[in-house]
């Protein structure tokens, strides 16, 4: 299905789809960027993603209004979590002039909305500053509402959250539609829970097996193989009976692991654990390191990543060389590092993971702060099919978990 297909199944426009010339067009964005201690955006790229939109809908001639959060303020207005860099940054990039008012809502915002020149851009600064965003409050969304005339989302990373700027707002402004960069990841998503290509690998890493119950439940009908690494790989392979010394496992959650991996084996899935592992007695950069094998991890020691021969086989893997796959996959997806990759001596397994994705031939879908993280240290970003924008998003959409937000674009009209 082409994209707006996807769109059109679900009963939401696209932006493509909606009258924007002279329409005040308020597009939630998701500016949650990262700032040094100075204030200064240390990663733009969930700006740079959102370029598109704003290029259409500057060019459709509306007169445009920009909307997110960033950080969690809790209600209160705080110059920590100002959007004001992410207004610098946009002004940088676009090479226009954009406004920051001093709220989202009242005076000084209607009153910039009501006299905004055709070259300007209004970013209403954070949404956050208002605990009736986070309570979904409709008192709120409709302040933000009648600011517009039209409502774009194109905040995947904000859609699994009942928040009133994606759940509330979008509800009140009949004419309402996703967003470019919404509309990619609903299309590149959907595929993979309804018609992935053969054969279909995850990798799912990370810390812990409970935060991704939901998401292997939904692969294991779907997935030709899974392969596990990171932490949560220690309590899948406690399950199996292997000691791993002071390893972060999951005790409450091993009988869980047990069971999942009983459902793997009843569909003939093949799930790939960790073999070896780096270990070392201290989570310190100048940590001495040793490789340990299943069954040799001392009492007093931590894994920190796979070892050589995990990453080996792994690789193996997706280059189709493995006997299990017996072929190439021609899809993986990837969420959860192999380790603790943030230590440059704990990195190896990770990194070896990311280009090995890059380098496969399968449409390769990446998601979650750690692993888009982890390409981008590795250098591979270009080589990704696609870079999921949400992490907790893309896990919820894929373990078919509702999403206010998008739910709330359906039943726009033009």
Same mark, same amino acid.
């Given at each position: 299905?082409?994209?707006?297909?996807?769109?059109?199944?679900?009963?939401? #426009?696209?932006?493509?789809?909606?009258?924007?010339?002279?329409?005040?067009?308020?597009?939630?964005?998701?500016?949650?960027?990262?700032?040094?201690?100075?204030?200064?955006?240390?990663?733009?790229?969930?700006?740079?993603?959102?370029?598109?939109?704003?290029?259409?809908?500057?060019?459709?001639?509306?007169?445009?209004?920009?909307?997110?959060?960033?950080?969690?303020?809790?209600?209160?207005?705080?110059?920590?979590?100002?959007?004001?860099?992410?207004?610098?940054?946009?002004?940088?990039?676009?090479?226009?002039?954009?406004?920051?008012?001093?709220?989202?809502?009242?005076?000084?915002?209607?009153?910039?909305?009501?006299?905004?020149?055709?070259?300007?851009?209004?970013?209403?600064?954070?949404?956050?500053?208002?605990?009736?965003?986070?309570?979904?409050?409709?008192?709120?969304?409709?302040?933000?509402?009648?600011?517009?005339?039209?409502?774009?989302?194109?905040?995947?990373?904000?859609?699994?959250?009942?928040?009133?700027?994606?759940?509330?707002?979008?509800?009140?402004?009949?004419?309402?539609?996703?967003?470019?960069?919404?509309?990619?990841?609903?299309?590149?998503?959907?595929?993979?829970? /309804?018609?992935?290509?053969?054969?279909?690998?995850?990798?799912?890493?990370?810390?812990?097996?409970?935060?991704?119950?939901?998401?292997?439940?939904?692969?294991?009908?779907?997935?030709?193989?899974?392969?596990?690494?990171?932490? &949560?790989?220690?309590?899948?392979?406690?399950?199996?009976?292997?000691? &791993?010394?002071?390893?972060?496992?999951?005790?409450?959650?091993?009988?869980?692991?047990?069971?999942?991996?009983?459902?793997?084996?009843?569909?003939?899935?093949?799930?790939?654990?960790? /073999?070896?592992? #780096?270990?070392?007695?201290?989570?310190?950069?100048?940590?001495? /390191?040793?490789?340990?094998?299943?069954?040799?991890?001392?009492?007093?020691?931590?894994?920190?990543?796979?070892?050589?021969?995990?990453?080996?086989?792994?690789?193996?893997?997706?280059?189709?060389?493995?006997?299990?796959?017996?072929?190439?996959?021609?899809?993986?997806?990837?969420?959860?590092? &192999?380790?603790?990759?943030?230590?440059?001596?704990?990195?190896?397994?990770?990194?070896?993971?990311?280009?090995?994705?890059?380098?496969?031939?399968?449409?390769?879908?990446?998601?979650?702060?750690?692993?888009?993280?982890?390409?981008?240290?590795?250098?591979?970003?270009?080589?990704?099919?696609?870079?999921?924008?949400?992490?907790?998003?893309?896990?919820?959409? #894929?373990?078919?978990?509702? &999403?206010?937000?998008?739910?709330?674009?359906?039943?726009?009209?033009?």
């Amino acid at each position: 299905m082409t994209p707006g297909n996807v769109l059109k199944a679900q009963g939401i #426009l696209s932006v493509r789809d909606l009258h924007l010339q002279n329409k005040r067009v308020l597009l939630r964005a998701d500016f949650n960027v990262p700032l040094d201690g100075a204030g200064t955006i240390t990663d733009d790229a969930r700006i740079r993603a959102t370029l598109p939109t704003i290029e259409l809908i500057r060019k459709a001639e509306a007169r445009l209004i920009l909307c997110s959060h960033l950080g969690r303020p809790k209600g209160k207005k705080s110059a920590k979590y100002s959007l004001e860099p992410v207004g610098r940054r946009l002004a940088e990039l676009l090479q226009c002039e954009v406004i920051v008012p001093d709220d989202c809502v009242g005076d000084a915002a209607i009153h910039l909305i009501a006299n905004q020149r055709s070259n300007q851009l209004i970013l209403l600064e954070n949404l956050r500053y208002h605990a009736g965003e986070e309570d979904n409050s409709e008192e709120f969304a409709r302040k933000l509402a009648d600011l517009c005339d039209v409502f774009v989302c194109d905040a995947f990373g904000c859609v699994h959250r009942a928040h009133a700027s994606v759940s509330a707002l979008p509800r009140l402004v009949p004419a309402r539609g996703a967003g470019l960069l919404l509309e990619r990841e609903i299309e590149v998503l959907s595929r993979l829970t /309804t018609n992935p290509e053969a054969p279909y690998v995850a990798i799912l890493g990370g810390a812990k097996v409970s935060d991704k119950i939901e998401v292997i439940e939904s692969l294991l009908p779907l997935v030709h193989g899974l392969v596990v690494g990171g932490a &949560m790989a220690y309590t899948f392979l406690a399950a199996q009976g292997f000691d &791993m010394g002071k390893s972060l496992v999951e005790k409450d959650h091993v009988g869980l692991a047990r069971h999942l991996l009983g459902r793997c084996a009843e569909k003939g899935t093949p799930v790939w654990l960790p /073999t070896d592992h #780096l270990c070392a007695t201290a989570i310190a950069a100048d940590a001495a /390191t040793t490789v340990r094998l299943n069954g040799e991890v001392g009492a007093e020691e931590i894994a920190v990543d796979i070892g050589p021969d995990t990453i080996a086989r792994y690789a193996a893997v997706l280059a189709g060389r493995d006997p299990l796959l017996r072929e190439a996959p021609r899809t993986v997806l990837w969420n959860g590092p &192999m380790g603790i990759f943030e230590t440059d001596a704990f990195a190896a397994g990770t990194m070896a993971v990311a280009r090995a994705v890059a380098q496969s031939t399968a449409t390769s879908v990446v998601g979650g702060g750690d692993s888009v993280a982890a390409i981008q240290k590795a250098g591979v970003t270009p080589m990704i099919s696609h870079i999921s924008t949400g992490g907790g998003a893309s896990l919820e959409f #894929l373990s078919g978990q509702p &999403m206010p937000g998008i739910a709330a674009l359906r039943g726009g009209r033009r």
